[in-house]
């Protein structure tokens, strides 16, 4: 089964992204090999704020981990709809869903 996942990027194009499930270890590693951008600098360890993304559209049924928690208390322009696309799995909860990369290289790792 075949799904996709809309992300607006930094530049704020759309971008349809088809993908298979957990053919990456998660969203942030998707959005890096198919569409260049500057994210994953703690390659996904949920530390470094790097691929702060935000649901534009749609509900993801999913719970943040503590150390999301505490990492996205410490990015900027944080609000509910924000997460870390490395604590994403690539599964049929973000089918159709569209997330905007938002990012944040503020943050030590
Ligand atoms: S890659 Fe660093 S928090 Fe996601």
């Known amino acids: 089964m075949n799904y996709s996942v809309n992300i607006i990027t930094t ?3 759309c971008i349809e992204i088809p993908f ?8 942030m590693e998707l959005i890096v090999d198919t569409y260049y951008e500057d994210i994953g600098e703690c390659l996904g360890r949920g530390l470094c704020g790097t691929c702060h993304v935000k ?16 990492t996205l208390s410490k990015v900027t322009d944080l609000d509910s709809t924000s997460r870390l696309a490395c604590q994403i799995m690539l599964d049929e909860k973000i089918n159709n869903l569209t997330f905007k990369i938002i990012t944040d290289h503020n943050l030590n790792t």
């Open 11 to 13: 530049n704020n194009r």
């Open 55 to 70: 649901l534009i559209e749609g509900v993801l049924r999913d719970t943040k981990d503590q150390t999301e928690k505490e």
């Open 20 to 27: 298979r499930r957990y053919e990456y270890p998660n969203l």
